[in-house]
């Protein structure tokens, strides 16, 4: 008999060790971990929205969901991320992935959540529960090298948290899409593993930032916020120092796109946010179901599950 409940703080080294086998160790990754990958969903304040399947006193399945509060042009969206669904290899195909799911599914307006969010490889066993795919409006550039042109007017230094915590979560704030971060959220946002933070400073002043994803679960020029030329410098230091990127440039920014046109990079439609995957939705209440806010769930990296 499946034993389905909460995960508490006992369960963490179990539910770790199978998800870093599942999601990391198979994949050939042997330096990060789900457990700093993830922060906030493993935050005491949100354990009891990750759902586990205990079989013989062992943890064989695993599902979450992560509850964030979205601003779209002035309105505010519940939505609940789903995070980290995984099965031990010797009891798939049992279902247990969809009980988890449903359980889930049913506990999310109870949460608040008026949208259901997530991103996938295999959209087919999440239609079987109602969720769909959207695609988010937007471009994928990349590019080797952003023309020096003199006019950069931007001192560039790595983010420094005791310096720069409260500009950038204000910087992001600003953007007409943006997650309502709390300052405890962005300060462990902009220090996750292996996605270095730029500051573009003017007179001393952080006034654009950017984030590079090196990790398994964020590629490439991922988030940023400010001007887009002042994004765009930042993007010609990345280039110049480490070579080839790949930027996702989002609907908030489409003077990025042209940037990137004019330097000669490839550009081409932006069929997922994370530049890889099916991402779909599950409405919940259907007065926020509008093709904008559907369309605009998807613009922020470092809240990408």
């Known amino acids: 008999m499946n034993s389905l409940r909460p995960a508490t703080a006992h369960d963490l080294p179990q539910v770790i060790e199978l ?5 990391r160790r198979e994949k050939g990754v042997e330096d ?17 929205n990750c759902r586990v399947i205990e079989r013989a006193g062992r943890i ?26 995984a099965t031990d290899a010797r ?37 079987s529960l109602g969720w769909v795919s959207v695609q988010t409006p937007g471009w994928i550039a990349r590019g080797t090298t952003v023309p020096r042109d003199g006019s950069a007017r931007l001192q560039v230094v790595e983010f420094d ?26 300060a462990a946002l902009f220090t996750l593993p292996k996605c270095p933070v730029l500051v573009g400073e003017a007179d001393g002043h952080p006034v654009a930032y950017l984030v590079e994803g090196r ?10 916020a400010g001007d887009s030329h002042d994004v765009w410098e930042l993007i010609g230091h990345v280039t110049t120092t ?16 042209e940037l990137a046109r004019e330097s000669g990079w490839s550009i081409g439609p932006l069929t997922s946010s994370k530049g890889f995957g099916d991402e779909m939705v599950l409405v919940l209440d259907e007065t926020v179901a509008g093709t904008a806010v559907l369309e605009h769930l998807f613009c922020w990296g470092l809240d990408q599950a």
């Open 60 to 85: 064989v399945s695993h599902a979450a969901v992560w509850p964030r509060t979205f601003q779209i042009d002035g309105e505010s969206v519940r939505v609940g991320i789903i995070v980290l669904v």
């Open 242 to 257: 480490r070579g080839s990127q790949q930027l996702l440039i989002f609907p908030t920014h489409p003077k990025l796109a």
């Open 215 to 224: 990790a398994a679960n964020k590629r490439g020029l991922v988030e940023y």
């Open 161 to 186: 948290p005791t310096r720069h915590l409260d500009a950038l979560h204000h910087l992001h704030r600003a953007q007409a899409i943006h997650s309502q971060r709390t300052p405890t959220e962005s």
């Open 19 to 23: 998800l870093d086998t599942i999601f």
């Open 91 to 127: 009891h798939r195909r049992q279902g247990l992935a969809a009980e988890l799911m449903r359980d889930l599914q049913a506990a999310m307006p109870g949460l608040g959540c008026q949208l259901g969010l997530l991103w996938t490889g295999v959209p087919g066993f999440y239609e």
């Open 32 to 48: 990060q971990s789900v457990l700093t990958d993830f922060p906030l969903v493993f935050d005491d304040r949100n354990l009891a």
